[in-house]
């Protein structure tokens, strides 16, 4: 009671507004994924795996290529997994003919994960598989010090209500990416181990060489080349030099297939520079200059950001959150768990509007959809510039900021 007692009239109306959008969404949110959820198992109980879902054309939308990759894997069968016909042709027999095609563009390291999962049958292998991923990305946020506070609000926010829906892998790397550059500076090895496996999934890489490299922290970059060389190793004692083969070859290009794909209402969670300036009918060329422009802009404030001592350390972490998307050219709404929660664990209610700018931020990966189906138009890139700005203001605010 003291403590609220000392806040301004303007704090405890931020506080209240922040309290309500957030409750309100989380509501939303839950809502959302018990009704998906429920008729899922009703569904699959009535038709097993020929089932249909109330959110994607596949049966619990991208999860089955996870679970159906340590299933092929398991068959010796990765050619199939990775040859986009013969991917796509595999899913319809399992699934159904009127499935649409979707490609597996992920690294051998993610097939570790998929092979385990592939044990359970599909249904049960969903549950195991989100609820699995969601406690041991808690369990390395609370090893790398974040309250619980923020790390149940990202949980229950809009970027980790995606994935769940989904049954991606975005909290998991999202929690890797947080966690990561948290333990930088006092746990270096744990942190360079944490961004090495990122290799999971490639976009999440884009800046760690900078931000390792600027931050001049020898120890985690060793760390994180000595994990990256290990997980590599592991990949080809279990899977062979053919994974890898097959993934820099067919695997690349369906995702450049998948990058250049024309339909963009198909991408109306999509969150990169290009797909933005493609929604706004820009030339081929003009998204790829503007994708490029974008990534040198990021790798620059990166650097500058990196290099700082003195600064807020939270507020760098999360403003490497919103240049990580604007660097590459592939991202979506369900990649920005990460980005969520460094936004939650910013928030201060004595710094009453930037705290629901916070707040803001925290939902928008909410908004962005809603906009584009609106207008026609991907905001994510304003919405990632606009909390560049902020955390790069709230970071330099220390008065002891200054170049290494």
């Known amino acids: 009671m003291p403590a609220l007692n000392r806040l301004s009239r303007g704090e405890l109306a931020a506080a209240a507004i922040i309290l309500v959008v957030m409750a309100a969404t989380i509501l939303l949110c839950a809502q959302t994924l018990i009704a998906v959820t429920a008729a899922r198992i009703a569904s699959y109980r009535a038709f097993g795996a020929h089932m249909t879902d109330p959110v994607c054309y596949s049966p619990f939308c991208d999860y089955p290529d996870f679970w159906g990759a340590g299933v092929l894997l398991r068959a010796h069968a990765l050619a199939t997994l990775y040859q986009p016909d013969a991917f796509h042709a595999w899913r319809q027999d399992l699934f159904s003919q009127d499935i649409p095609a979707l490609n597996w563009m992920y690294p051998p390291p993610t097939l570790l994960p998929s092979a385990l999962v592939s044990f359970a049958p599909l249904l049960a292998g969903y549950f195991i598989w989100t609820i699995g991923l969601a406690l041991l990305a808690a369990i390395i946020l609370r090893g790398a010090g974040v309250a619980w506070w923020p790390i149940i609000g990202a949980m ?14 975005g909290i998991l790397c999202g929690a890797l990416l947080v966690a990561g550059m948290l333990n930088m500076q006092k746990r270096p090895r744990a942190g360079g181990a944490l961004l090495a496996c990122l290799s999971i999934k490639p976009q999440f890489c884009f800046l760690l060489p900078v931000i390792l490299l600027a931050n001049r922290n020898w120890r985690a970059l060793a760390a994180a080349l000595i994990a990256g060389l290990a997980i590599f190793a592991l990949t080809l004692v279990c899977f062979g030099w053919q994974s890898w083969v097959l993934f820099l070859g067919p695997a690349r290009q369906a995702s450049a297939h998948q990058l250049n794909f ?28 503007g994708q490029i422009i974008a990534a040198c802009a990021a790798v620059v404030f990166a650097w500058r950001a990196w290099r700082l001592r003195g600064i807020d350390e939270t507020a760098r972490i999360a403003l490497t959150t919103c240049l990580l998307p604007l660097a590459v050219p ?16 910013l928030i201060r209610i004595d710094r009453s509007l930037e705290s629901v700018c916070f707040a803001l931020l925290w939902l928008s990966p909410a908004l962005m959809p809603l906009i584009y189906v609106a207008w026609h138009v991907q905001a994510g890139p ?6 560049a700005v902020i955390a790069w203001r709230r970071m330099v605010a220390a008065p002891a900021a200054r170049p290494a």
């Open 382 to 387: 304003l919405v990632f510039l606009a909390g």
């Open 262 to 289: 024309p339909d963009m209402d198909a991408q109306i969670h999509g969150t990169s520079v290009l797909w933005a300036l493609r929604s706004l009918h820009a030339a081929p060329a003009v998204t790829y200059a």
């Open 330 to 345: 592939y991202g979506y709404t369900d990649d920005l768990f990460g980005f969520s929660l460094a936004f939650l664990i």
């Open 156 to 169: 229950l926010g809009p970027a980790a209500n995606w994935n769940f829906l989904l049954g991606q892998i």
